[in-house]
């Protein structure tokens, strides 16, 4: 049987519902995948309880399912994965190549969040302090491809700082948990909003560090609202109505310029999905939106069968 190499995700943090953007996001990885022949993952990012909302992380997958979006396999919960952060964060110690900060917010100041390696060499646990856990970044560029967003590069050391892999307050970083479980996932592709394209050099240190092998990256523009923020949770979008499956596929699927499915198919979601993924073109996703960003593809005035967009 052919084996396709071909893995991709879609990683929500359960912070909230799923919204258009957050529709976009797993619309998009699930039809490169697919399109790929290639295997689908969902990893739950639930890194950070605090923030979390209860019930979301399963109304996530419930709506994911209305929407026709299926994965493979079993979901992986990044709260059942604290004990491989803790073994990478015990090898990057014993290589030298993490330290212990204690560094309060205001010692932080005047960087412009550039960390300024305050606290580097700093091997032990420190007593009587708080303290995070931080990556030492070298003084060189680190550079990628984008699908979309062609060359993007990052001078780690002058622009970002030393990266954190285990905050004050004990949680991992999504920085490190997301490295550590595209790996232990085999994720050959990352398909993401924009958003994360600046993190993205961090994300490949971190592998080359810990000889990982480095995925494909696609970031597609992000949807904003009218002042310009990312829709997200913080922001108020508001959450997707699974009633109006079929709408918001068609919604996500303009957003993303892709040709939109005929009438006759837009009656089930299992029709669109299938439809998109025999005309995922990534040539048509746009590398930035086009004025006005703040205009959505809903009101862009943009005909879709019967649905009046
Ligand atoms: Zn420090």
């Known amino acids: 049987m052919f084996m396709s190499r071909y893995i991709g995700r879609f990683a929500p943090s359960p912070t909230g519902l799923l919204h258009i953007g957050s529709l976009i996001a797993a619309l998009a990885s699930y039809l490169h995948a697919r399109a790929s022949q290639g295997q689908w993952l969902v990893r739950m990012e639930d890194l950070d309880p605090p923030r979390e909302m209860p019930g979301a992380a399963s109304a996530i997958l419930q709506s ?30 014993l290589a030298n190549k993490a330290f212990y900060c204690t560094c309060s917010r205001s010692d932080l100041q005047g960087s412009n969040g550039v960390y300024q390696g305050q606290c580097r060499g700093c091997v032990t646990p420190p007593r009587d302090h708080d303290f995070a856990l931080r990556l030492q970044v070298e003084d060189k560029a680190v550079a990628f491809d984008d699908e979309i967003q062609g060359r993007f590069s990052q001078q780690l050391e002058r622009e970002v700082g030393d990266v954190v892999l285990q905050r004050k307050d004990g949680f991992f970083a999504y920085q490190l948990a997301v490295v550590v479980d595209d790996a232990y996932q085999g994720v050959s592709h990352v398909v993401r909003g924009s958003d994360l394209l600046d993190s993205t050099p961090r994300q490949i240190y971190l592998q080359q560090v810990m000889a990982y092998t480095t995925p494909d990256y696609l970031h597609f523009p992000v949807i904003t609202n009218e002042q310009g923020d990312k829709l997200s949770k913080q922001t108020f979008a508001a959450p997707l109505d699974s009633r109006e499956a079929c709408k918001n596929l068609c919604v996500a699927l303009a957003f993303l310029k892709q040709a939109l499915p005929p009438e006759e198919l837009c009656q089930q979601v299992n029709h669109i999905v299938a439809w998109a993924v025999e005309h995922w073109s990534v040539d048509d996703i746009p590398g930035v939106l086009g004025l006005p960003q703040s205009v959505i593809p809903a009101k862009a005035g943009i005909q879709c069968c019967q649905f009046p967009l």
């Open 64 to 93: 994911l399912e209305d929407h026709g979006l299926t994965w493979d396999g079993e979901v992986l919960w990044q709260s059942q994965r604290h004990d491989a952060y803790r073994q990478v964060i015990n090898d990057l110690l």
